[in-house]
Each structure stands twice: as C-alpha cells, then as structure tokens.
C-alpha cells in the first residue's frame, strides 16, 4: 500500500477474509477480534457467555462446547430471545451476554433490521461470522471463545484394602 493510502478493509476483500478471526491484545484486558464483515471488535479478555442471533450460529456454537445462554431461534435447553435473526435486545440485555455473535452474508450482518446491530452493540460487543464458509466460520469461533476448559474429575480406583501385603485374617474355629 502507498503511503498516505487508507486501510479500508473494502477496497481489499482478499486480504481481509485472511485477517478474519485474528486476535491481538487490544490493552486494558481487552483484545481485538476481526470479524467477517472486516470489523475490528474490541472483546472482553475472557468470554463466558454467548448470544447467538440465529440457531445455526447457536448450533455451532454448542458443537464447540461455548456457554451459549440464548439463542434467536429455538434451540433445546437454551433461552429463546426473539425469532431467527431478529434478536429482542431487552431480552438479550436480560441474559447479561459476554459477546453476541450474529451470521454475516457477503460481508454484512444477516439480520433482519440492520439497526438491530447497533441495538445489539449496546448490550456487548457484537461478532460476525461468515456461515456461507462453515470451516471458516468454526475456526473464527474457535479463535473467539479461545479454548474450552473442561474439568473432569480424575476417577481413581478406590482400594478395598490398603496397600501392602496381603491382609491374613486368623481363623476363630
């Protein structure tokens, strides 16, 4: 790029959907997110909970094991807040989201009303990811909720006798 040019991730689709789901620390105990539109969303250093606008990003979301607590569109044990891509930010606001991820078509939000996105914006910050490319929408969300913890307890074989020689009981008869 010339010195002097803008950065406008428009101009240059290509190498924007390579920086798609890139993560820098963004300071403050916050870090940058790209999303698939070419934003640049500031995110909270760990995201705990998660609002899907649609049940196919909600359903992505479960298969990577993220703390999905609402979904526009009904998914099985998860809180209803609205009709598929048409969230109720009330409803949203309610559930206290982390960050909200929506589905994105040809670089924009694939919501009914695009005036939901600010709406939404001033709830939590708000992440798109492009569901025309699975594999690459999967490894954005992956790169969003970073890993997942998951905490099984260790099963240990309980002894029926400490260790040791064997235990030799004396007969009584």
């Known amino acids: 790029m010339r010195p002097g ?11 924007t959907s390579a920086l798609t789901g890139l993560i820098s620390n963004a300071g403050g105990g916050r870090r940058a997110f790209v999303d698939a539109t070419g934003a640049s969303v500031a995110l909270p250093a ?18 990577l094991d993220a703390s999905l607590v609402g979904s526009a569109g009904a998914l099985d044990g998860v809180a209803q807040v609205g009709a598929p891509r048409a969230p109720d930010p009330a409803a949203v606001a309610a559930l206290r989201p982390d960050v909200i991820v929506a589905g994105a078509a040809g670089r924009a939000y694939d919501l009914t009303d695009p005036r939901l996105v600010d709406a939404l914006r001033r709830v939590a910050p708000v992440v798109a990811v492009d569901m025309g490319r699975p594999t690459a929408a999967r490894a954005d969300l992956r790169a969003l909720i970073g890993p997942v913890v998951v905490e099984r307890s260790a099963a240990r074989p309980v002894p029926d006798r400490p260790p040791g020689p064997p235990v030799t009981r004396p007969q009584l008869w």
Do not use: K, N, S
């Open 5 to 15: 040019a803008t950065d406008d991730p428009r101009r240059y689709p290509a190498r």
């Open 46 to 63: 760990a995201i705990r909970r998660l609002v899907a606008t649609d049940a196919a990003v909600g359903a992505l979301l479960l298969d």
